[in-house]
Structure formats: C-alpha cells, structure tokens
C-alpha cells in the first residue's frame, strides 16, 4: 500500500489491482501524490491475484463494454469471490475501523459487502461502461453485482447512462483528471523531447530493446515527418487494428505510431501480450512502403516517471493525436493531448464525446468508420490552421474542466 501521510481528518483509501499502464492507476498515482503533498491521508492499495482471476475480471470488463457473453459471470462467479475473501482476510488488519474505502472498477467491487460489514463507508467508483449494451448483458451484470451495489453508500461514476438499469441509492458523477505538473504533462522542450525519442528509439534505431521499452520498426521516424499517434493498453477495445488497418490510406508523408505500456507489466490486463503479438503481426504484413512509417512501442513502467516522461515526449512530437476505441470509458490519453494542444481524432463512444465537441476541441467520428477516419486524419495533417485552432480549444477545454486539483475536491468530499 502507498501509506496515507498523517494527517488531517479521516484516511482515504483506494483499491485497484494495477500500478500502472493504464487510466486509473495515473489518476490514483496523482491523486495520492496530491494529497501527500497537501497533508490530506488518502492510501492506495493494489491488490495481487492469481492469472485465473485476472482472467475473469477481464472478461468482467469486456461484459461492461457490452461485449462477451454472460455466461462467464456463471463460470468465474467462484474463482472472483473466493479470491476476494482471501484478500479482505490478508488486508483486514490494515484497514482502520474509520477508514473510507473508495474501490476501483469491477476488479474489486466484491470486496463491498465485506467493507459494509465492517463499518467503513465504502464507494464504489466506475471508470468503464458503454452507453449500448444490450439489456441481456447489462440484467446479468447488475443482478452478479447486486448485494456489492447494496452494500456501497454511492457509486461515483464518469458517465451516468454506464449504469442504466442498476439498482443503486446513491450516484455521484466524477469525471477523471489530469495533474499538468506530473512528468506525463509537465511542459518539456524540443530538445528534450528529442531526447525522450532518443531513448526510446524511434528516431535512431531500427527496432530495438532499450531502457525505455521495445521498439518495432523497419525505419526510423524522420525529423520533420507528420506524426499520427495513438497511445493506448494493448486491448480489442482500444481499436488499435483499425489504425493500422488504414495506414496505406493516409498522406503518405505520415508516420503512425503506436504506443502502449509493456503487456508484461501490466498484470490485470492478460489479454494485451496476445493483443500486441496481433499488432506485430499486422505490422508484418503490410506492404514494405508502408510498413517503413508504422512504428511499435511497447514502454517498460518500470521507472514510473521515466515512462510518464516518454509518454509525455511521444504526445509533443505527434502532430495529430487519435484515439479510435471501440468503447472508451473516458479516455486519458485524449485529455493528456488535448492538454498540450494536440488536434486529436477520437471515436464517439463512451465518455469521449464528453471531452470532444466535434470541431469545436477535435474531431469525432465513428467507431469502425474508416472513410471517416481518414478524411479526418488527412485534414488535420494538411491544415496547420485547424491543428492549431482545434489544438488552442483542445487545451483551455481540460484546463476548464480536467485538472487534478478539481478531482481531489471530488474524493474529499467522502470524507465528510
Ligand atoms: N500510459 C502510461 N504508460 C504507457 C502507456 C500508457 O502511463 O506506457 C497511460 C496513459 O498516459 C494514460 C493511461 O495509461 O494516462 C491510459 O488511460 P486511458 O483512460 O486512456 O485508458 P485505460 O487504459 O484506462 O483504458
């Protein structure tokens, strides 16, 4: 556990079951960091767990996506709950009678009823969902999970419709955020960043393993190239094959690339070393010419900041930032362009549209719509005008609304 600091009032603790490589691990890594530095006592603990159970809550995650088929919430209710017990019995003597429990997605939602047991307020905080899942999926959810809502004392959740039809008292809306002076947003310059792409290789190597990650790439990226980026987990969802699918559609001068934490690392997620293996293969499989301006990167978390640095430089080197989910509970990696002025193409699903007006801070399309897609892409690399004018709207929209210091108001609010 990240131990709460001594302080003011009663301790916050947060539960997830990863450190890294995706959403909220960064907003817990912020958040805990923020409140250390204010004196506010807020913990985080990430729970550890056997394959099999991170292979049920995986297929938890594609169910709130409205993917996958019910049934395995019949074969992996055991594995799920039993595993759940084991860890409320190993945290037991570290969680304070007056704590107040904030638990992170499905991963440990079961542990609610536990928590209620006890007395500690608990909440149960939502980060995924999807605004179109059938009415089948979403009865078998909510029925798995119903003793664990009752058991909570508010649902805080980024998008409402991601919990139509659920039976919960209590819901709060709170949208994720951004910490700007954390090393994945703070301002770098250009020889910096062209430091950070030293490091990772993509300006220098032909396909290498480095400190900073793994790269794949038949060419380096030039100098002065138009950079498409997306940077996501290695997951069906992110729609990463629909990138790559349409490279040989886009300005030729363009250079895709494609970023996402190191699969290995991340341990609740144990589809992305398949999912990654399937980028490679596609990468193979595209015609030379093309091939030579598509670029891999697997990056090693293994030195937190260092990693949230190459993320940062890959965000500044891109010219056009996208983002083509299939489903998307939010979406940081939007916010953290939008934040340094990038122009980003993003997909209307989820809680992206919350961020993205179309053509007022970026460009929306559909998720699959290749046609779309490209067009959008290909106006942005030829307009300097409308990247700059989307990039300028981009950035006051998070300053508006998607700040650390707004989403650290929200969790003190459970402490009265
Ligand atoms: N990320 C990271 N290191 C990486 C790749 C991604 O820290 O090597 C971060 C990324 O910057 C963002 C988060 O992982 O903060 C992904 O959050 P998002 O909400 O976009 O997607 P999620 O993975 O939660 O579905």
Redesign the pocket.
């Known amino acids: 556990m990240r131990e709460p600091v001594a302080g003011v009032g009663r301790r916050l603790i947060h539960i997830n079951t990863s450190d890294?490589?995706?959403?909220?691990?960064?907003i817990l890594d912020n958040v805990t960091r923020h409140d250390e530095f204010r004196g506010h006592p807020t913990g985080w603990m990430v729970i550890d767990a056997s394959d099999e159970f991170f292979a049920v809550t995986k297929g938890l995650h594609h169910l709130f996506h409205g993917r996958e088929d019910p049934s395995l919430l019949e074969d992996g209710a055991k594995e799920y709950r039993d595993v759940l017990e084991d860890v409320s019995v190993l945290i037991e003597s570290e969680i304070r009678q007056d704590d107040i429990l904030v638990l992170h997605d499905p991963q440990t939602l079961g542990l609610a009823s536990w928590a209620a047991q006890r007395g500690n307020p608990v909440y149960w905080h939502c980060?995924?969902g999807t605004l179109r899942s059938s009415v089948e999926v979403r009865e078998a959810l909510w029925n798995f999970f119903a003793h664990d809502l009752r058991a909570v004392d508010a649902v805080l959740v980024t998008e409402p419709g991601f919990l139509q039809g659920a039976q919960i008292s209590r819901v709060l809306v709170v949208h994720?955020a951004?910490d700007p002076d954390a090393p994945?947003n703070v301002r770098i310059d250009a020889a910096d960043v062209a430091a950070h792409l030293e490091t990772i290789g993509t300006n220098s190597m032909t396909g290498a393993v480095g400190t900073a990650?793994r790269v794949w790439q038949d060419a380096p990226v030039p100098d002065h190239a138009p950079v498409v980026l997306q940077?996501?987990?290695w997951?069906p969802?992110?729609g990463i094959r629909d990138v790559l699918r349409v490279v040989e559609h886009l300005d030729p001068r363009v250079h895709v690339v494609v970023?996402?934490?190191?699969p290995a690392e991340v341990l609740d997620d144990p589809e992305g070393v398949d999912q990654l293996d399937e980028a490679l293969q596609q990468l193979h499989e595209l015609p030379a010419p093309i091939r030579s301006r598509v670029h891999l990167i697997?990056?090693?978390?293994q030195d937190?900041d260092l990693?949230?640095l190459?993320?940062n430089a890959l965000q500044r080197r891109a010219d056009v930032v996208v983002?083509r989910s299939v489903e998307?509970?939010?979406?940081?990696?939007?916010?953290?362009a939008m934040f340094k002025g990038k122009p980003v193409v993003a997909t209307r699903t989820g809680g992206i549209p919350r961020q993205i007006k179309d053509r007022v801070n970026g460009l929306l399309v559909e998720p699959g719509d290749d046609e779309a897609f490209i067009v959008a892409v290909n106006e942005l690399v030829a307009d300097e005008g409308l990247r700059a004018e989307l990039g300028a709207a981009a950035e006051s929209s998070v300053r508006r609304g998607y700040l650390i210091d707004r989403l650290v108001r929200n969790y003190d609010m459970l402490r009265k």
């Open positions: 890294r490589g995706g959403g909220v691990a960064e980060h995924i994720p951004i994945k990650g940077v996501s987990r997951d969802l992110k970023a996402g934490p190191d697997a990056l090693s978390a937190r990693n949230a190459h993320v983002q998307e509970g939010f979406g940081l990696t939007i916010t953290e």
